[in-house]
């Protein structure tokens, strides 16, 4: 079998070696780390701050708006993706990622040091939001390329594993980033001080963290795939027209199985949980430090099942491993509410754990799953507006109609089946695709590649 049949090839036929793709799995984790903590510090501070920070004038409302300037970011990540999409597969998965990371650290430094609604009035939330759409733009670009870095890299019945590198830079961006936000509580123990300075000191450490990305992430080689394309020059000249003109409904289909998954993360990842049971208005009132462990110790279970659903993945196929996901995931959405509603932090932690195993096992094989939709030519393309597409449907504004559903019942019950809702249809959508794990990535396998997945239309 040659190298690139098996995978994990470089242009020369020569198969990568066991440095190389190390080398490749822990850049990957360290740049997707640092991406999501500057992501979902963001979330963080929505769910404890900055409704009083930025948005305090708009009175009762001030929380809603705070969560659904959330949301806004995820409105711009098509923006990203088409652009990433689109310089990736012409210029490579590496540029792209680089510059990604370099939007996304800027936008949070300039959020940690931004002045409130005190200091300047109606700028604050303007230029808050403004910055939130830049790390939205920046988040939109660099899924895909991370991605495509580790699952084109791997040994074909290795990328589960490989592709889940990435993936496990999301729950360690959360345990990064409540885990700094939790610190702070410490350090600024007080309501005052918190709120004058705590909250701007994980924003500003994202300058030092941005630093360390950048220089693990320059020491690592392209994506064998995308060398050889470039050796051969057949990079498609308009990516984007290609993939909508031809695969359309593939791109929706992957969008629905994301949305599924991404809803029902965002109820941590988007601050909701850590809002609602720290409101002073609200029903439980929790201590903000101990909710904030709590969000910390989820993150380690959510990792844990990420990594071990990618493993798993190379095993049973990604099709079979995101069935048993989904429903490890509607247990864990039914288990929610009930033990949070208890007022017990302990409890709390339970309910997040329950539902974090289920996210885990639906987030785990994605990166395998999409880089195995999609031909090489158009692969970036193909993944980062999939994803795009999909973080819109669900995660955008699932914090903000979370809220909403809270203020017009007075009950989570109707978050639950929201919720419910939005994982059966990752279920649909993952039902109506083939499993085409181990399929060559290679551009020698375009004509394969490019036969549709979806039940029904041309066999794989």
Known sequence: MSAQASGGFTPTGTIASPDDRRRVVFATIVGTTVEWYDFFIYATAVGLVFGQLFFAPLGQNSALIAFATVGVSFLFRPLGAFLAGHFGDKLGRKTVLMWTLILMGAATALIGVLPTYEAIGIAAPILL????????????GEWGGAVLMAVEHAPKGRRGAFGASPQ?????GLLLASGVMALMTVIAPTEEAFLAWGWRIPF????VLILVGYYVRRRVEESPVFTELAQRKEKARM???????????LVLIAAFVFAGNNAVGYMTTGGYIQGYATNPDGPLVLDRGAV???????????????LAAGFISDRLGRRT????????QLIGVFALFPLVNTGDVGLLFLGLAILTIGLGFTYGPQAALYAELF???IRFSGVSISYAIGAILGGAFAPTIATAIVKATGSTDAVTWYLA??????????LLLRDRSGIPLGPDHEAEQARSPIHGLAKA
């Open 292 to 306: 904030l462990w709590a969000v910390t110790g989820s993150a380690v279970t959510w990792l844990i099942s990420t």
């Open 168 to 172: 496990i830079g999301v729950p360690l």
């Open 129 to 140: 939001v403004l910055l939130r759409i830049l790390q939205g733009i920046s988040a939109g």
């Open 421 to 430: 809702g939005m994982t059966l249809l990752g279920l649909v959508a993952t």
């Open 321 to 328: 491993t995101y069935i048993l996901g989904w429903v490890l």
């Open 239 to 249: 990516p984007i027209v290609q993939l909508f003109r031809e695969h359309a409904l």
């Open 375 to 377: 031909p090489a030519s």
């Open 204 to 207: 500003l450490l994202s300058v």
